[in-house]
């Protein structure tokens, strides 16, 4: 071990901890600004994530002020249109989601879901209501500070992996310093609306997008936090 490596051990795996255990996915923003210099610290933090041989494949574009408004308001618009004719959804640019759903996913989805919009006292069958609760990912839950990640298209599988890390890191440093985020998949069928807000070009795949922020915690949304099965259930002890 280097004299580098020692001097900069983490030394409180308490307050590690904490950053991430505190992490949920904030569905409800207050409008007070991130400083820009915040937003820089994240990143900077967020780059040491591992990446198949130090390819670092992320790219990142925040949207602030006049450039996250209309974006807003272009895909909003066209949520609109898909809930009134879902012909015009496109598709998107790589599968997210299983085709088919099996046990145990598909339960832990439905638990995830049905225990949403039961905290929000929307009923199975309410379209309307879960569209405009959905809707609110277009907004980027009002936070003033929303990204969107991109890949090469060139790259590999294995680049996904390794954004994960980069998303953890975010998520995680944005803790550190007050700050609560929400990942989100739900901009990925607009890609074709996004790229080209962004000044992404064709070679550039939309892998998703965040909100960051700080949460309003009077927003009951806000208190819906998903459980997590037990360590016993996912691991496998080999002696």
């Known amino acids: 071990m280097t004299q580098s490596q020692v001097s900069t051990r983490v030394r409180d795996a308490a307050s590690v901890d904490a950053a991430i255990e505190s992490r949920f996915s904030c569905r409800a923003f207050l409008p007070e600004p991130v400083p820009r210099e915040t937003i820089a610290d994240i990143l900077r933090v967020a780059r040491r994530a591992p990446s198949g041989t130090n390819c670092q494949p992320w790219k990142v574009y925040v949207l602030q002020g006049a450039s996250r408004d209309a974006l807003v308001e272009k895909v909003c618009a066209a949520h609109d249109a898909v809930y009134a004719d879902p012909t015009l959804a496109n598709p998107e640019e790589y599968d997210y989601y299983p085709e ?118 009077k927003e009951k949304v806000n208190s819906f936090h998903t459980p997590r099965v037990p360590v016993e259930e996912f691991t496998h002890w080999l002696d």
Request: aromatic share 12%.
């Open 100 to 217: 088919k759903w099996v046990s145990p996913y598909i339960d832990r989805r439905r638990e995830n879901g049905w225990g949403l919009y039961g905290l929000l006292g929307i009923a199975k069958g309410e379209k309307d209501k879960m569209h405009a609760q959905h809707h609110r990912n277009y907004n980027f839950f009002g936070a003033p500070v929303g990204f969107m990640f991109t890949l090469d298209r060139v790259m590999g599988r294995g680049s996904l992996l390794d954004y994960g890390a980069f998303l953890q890191n975010m998520m995680v440093s944005a803790r550190g310093r007050g700050l609560h985020t929400c990942p989100q998949a739900a901009w990925n069928p607009f890609a074709r609306i996004i790229l080209p807000h962004i000044g992404a070009g064709p070679d550039e795949m939309l892998v998703c997008g965040m909100s960051m922020g700080y949460a309003d915690e």
